[in-house]
């Protein structure tokens, strides 16, 4: 679970080793998997890979739950009942 630190953040510049030092990055789509993405981040100075993210599919529920309107609990639930 090394790739949890990528997770909840999206990376604009991040550390690379060729420029020693932290550089703007390009998020690139490298694997598209049934329950995941996964992105690559180059480097847009030298273009060496510097970074990977990695996307679950519970990732992306979560951030169209979020666009979505959320239902509200009301009424209705008793009156299905
Ligand atoms: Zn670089």
Redesign the pocket.
Known sequence: MSQQQFENFTASSLY?E??KTA?PVRERLLLVLPDREIFNYL?T??G?S?GQREITAGDKLTAQAMIRRRPRRGPTQTLLH
Do not use: R
């Open positions: 690379c060729k420029c550089m480097c100075g030298c060496s510097v």
